[in-house]
């Protein structure tokens, strides 16, 4: 009984000296760091605008927030332009402990852009003669939209070509066209948001046919002469007068008879046409048949070069290759 009564003394007094060793150990240990204050101002901002993050910490050894900010003191505020909704988080620590709290930064979406409501603006409209039977009509807008034309022999058009390809740069071939033939068009387009501009009617004329004939120039001449001189076709000859004169050989090159050649002589001062003068060769010329051409007209001191031009007798131009 004895040994029992002096064991159980043994585990009381280990007992007391375990509980005092822990409450002294409790005692001695320091409280967490608090955060006093932790927000932002203004907590809702619209872009491009910024906020001031304020914090005030007790008892703290570091304290830091994220976001880039990194380590603070444990009082101050700082200016932040976040691009998007965010949160900031401070965290603070000490012997005791760690503590954190989080902000919430709220950023507004952008407005929506106004309504586009403006048509395209149509500039530089004109139309080309690829051929007799086809034509290409160009214009340009301030902003990328679509290519509509309308096109016919008269104002009700009639006929329409299209791209749906938005550009500022438009350009539209139209084919099946007759030839030496005025035709009427408008051009219009559409940006992406449904407003479509129309320019007003314009007309173009296509090419006149091509003769079926060809001829080859083997010579050709121009200069001024008198009238005591021998003289070509064109107007007749006052004596003691100067004339301008064109004159040169042909062979007809065609698969068929060339009974009449209308040959144009055209007085230029530099890119100006000042006058001109027609002679009508009559055939038949057979198929390689070589003839010759000699026009005359009244001088004009200004003139400084002489063609000639050469068309069927339907007046359709004939295709030339020099020798």
């Given at each position: 009984m004895a040994i029992k009564a002096k064991l159980g003394r043994y585990i009381a007094i280990f007992c007391s000296l375990a509980l005092l060793l822990f409450c002294s150990t409790v005692a001695c240990r320091p409280e967490p760091p608090e955060i006093v204050i932790f927000g932002a101002t203004p907590s809702e901002i619209n872009p491009g605008q910024s906020t001031n993050l304020k914090w005030g910490i007790r008892d703290a050894t570091s304290v830091t927030i994220d976001q880039g900010i990194g380590e603070v003191s444990a009082s101050g505020s700082v200016e932040v332009s976040p691009s998007k909704t965010i949160a900031y988080t401070l965290t603070a620590t000490n012997a005791?402990?760690?503590?954190?709290?989080?902000?919430?930064?709220?950023?507004?979406?952008?407005?929506?852009?106004?309504?586009?409501?403006?048509?395209?603006?149509?500039?530089?409209?004109?139309?080309?003669?690829?051929?007799?039977?086809?034509?290409?009509?160009?214009?340009?807008?301030?902003?990328?939209?679509?290519?509509?034309?309308?096109?016919?022999?008269?104002?009700?058009?009639?006929?329409?070509?299209?791209?749906?390809?938005?550009?500022?740069?438009?350009?539209?071939?139209?084919?099946?066209?007759?030839?030496?033939?005025?035709?009427?068009?408008r051009v219009k387009s559409k940006d992406e948001a449904g407003?479509?501009?129309?320019?007003?009617?314009?007309?173009?004329?296509?090419?006149?046919?091509?003769?079926?004939?060809?001829?080859?120039?083997?010579?050709?001449?121009?200069?001024?002469?008198?009238?005591?001189?021998?003289?070509?076709?064109?107007?007749?000859?006052?004596?003691?007068?100067?004339?301008?004169?064109?004159?040169?050989?042909?062979?007809?090159?065609?698969?068929?008879?060339?009974?009449?050649?209308?040959?144009?002589?055209?007085?230029?001062?530099?890119?100006?046409?000042?006058?001109?003068?027609v002679y009508v060769h009559h055939g038949p010329a057979l198929p390689g048949y070589v003839f010759d051409f000699d026009i005359q007209t009244s001088d004009d001191p200004t003139v400084n070069n002489v063609t000639v031009d050469f068309a069927d007798s339907q007046g359709r131009d004939i295709e030339v290759t020099e020798k």
């Amino acid at each position: 009984m004895a040994i029992k009564a002096k064991l159980g003394r043994y585990i009381a007094i280990f007992c007391s000296l375990a509980l005092l060793l822990f409450c002294s150990t409790v005692a001695c240990r320091p409280e967490p760091p608090e955060i006093v204050i932790f927000g932002a101002t203004p907590s809702e901002i619209n872009p491009g605008q910024s906020t001031n993050l304020k914090w005030g910490i007790r008892d703290a050894t570091s304290v830091t927030i994220d976001q880039g900010i990194g380590e603070v003191s444990a009082s101050g505020s700082v200016e932040v332009s976040p691009s998007k909704t965010i949160a900031y988080t401070l965290t603070a620590t000490n012997a005791g402990g760690t503590v954190s709290k989080s902000v919430v930064v709220y950023v507004n979406p952008p407005p929506a852009p106004p309504a586009d409501t403006a048509p395209p603006v149509i500039k530089k409209v004109s139309a080309s003669s690829e051929s007799d039977t086809s034509a290409v009509i160009s214009w340009t807008t301030n902003e990328p939209s679509s290519s509509h034309v309308d096109y016919g022999t008269t104002v009700e058009y009639g006929l329409t070509a299209t791209s749906d390809e938005l550009t500022d740069a438009h350009s539209i071939n139209l084919s099946g066209l007759e030839p030496d033939t005025a035709y009427h068009y408008r051009v219009k387009s559409k940006d992406e948001a449904g407003n479509e501009a129309s320019s007003a009617d314009n007309t173009f004329f296509t090419a006149q046919e091509k003769s079926p004939y060809s001829v080859e120039l083997l010579s050709l001449e121009w200069g001024r002469r008198s009238a005591d001189l021998s003289f070509g076709s064109g107007i007749w000859p006052i004596e003691g007068e100067k004339y301008l004169f064109v004159k040169g050989t042909l062979r007809n090159t065609s698969n068929a008879i060339l009974r009449t050649v209308i040959c144009s002589m055209n007085c230029w001062k530099d890119d100006t046409l000042v006058k001109y003068e027609v002679y009508v060769h009559h055939g038949p010329a057979l198929p390689g048949y070589v003839f010759d051409f000699d026009i005359q007209t009244s001088d004009d001191p200004t003139v400084n070069n002489v063609t000639v031009d050469f068309a069927d007798s339907q007046g359709r131009d004939i295709e030339v290759t020099e020798k």
